[in-house]
């Protein structure tokens, strides 16, 4: 099983920039596809990007042109670069790997308006 540690969340003003990532440790992310997902209070949990092992990319709409997924395969970690944030995306951040179904415990990212 594969443990993962999202960092880089915080308080944001609205237009400004944060960059998540996920750690794996105990397995390396291999060819996996990895995703990140979040969820905003009341709401349920919802995909943000994802990206699979060639570095195809895919975004949920709300996102697109403003968010960026990356991997480095050498460091074992899946990065969100999070630009132009709106006060619609808090939420808690959290990373994924869809095949094993491992989840991180998530990152708080708040944006002020």
């Known amino acids: 099983q594969v443990r993962l540690a999202e960092s880089g969340g915080g308080l944001v003003q609205a237009g400004g920039s944060l960059r998540l990532s996920c750690a794996a440790s105990?397995?390396?992310?291999?060819?996996?596809?990895l995703n990140w997902y979040r969820q905003a209070p009341g709401k349920e949990r919802e995909f943000v990007a994802g990206?699979?092992?060639?570095?195809?990319?895919t975004y949920a709409d709300s996102v697109k042109g403003r968010f960026t997924i990356s991997r480095d395969f050498a460091k074992n970690t899946v990065d969100l670069q999070m630009n132009n944030l709106k006060p619609e995306d808090t939420a808690i951040y959290y990373c994924?790997?869809?095949?094993?179904?491992?989840w991180g415990q998530g990152t708080q990212v708040t944006v002020s308006s």
């Open positions: 994924n790997v869809p095949t094993s179904g491992d």
């Open positions: 105990g397995r390396a992310f291999g060819t996996n596809d």
């Open positions: 990206i699979n092992w060639i570095g195809t990319r």
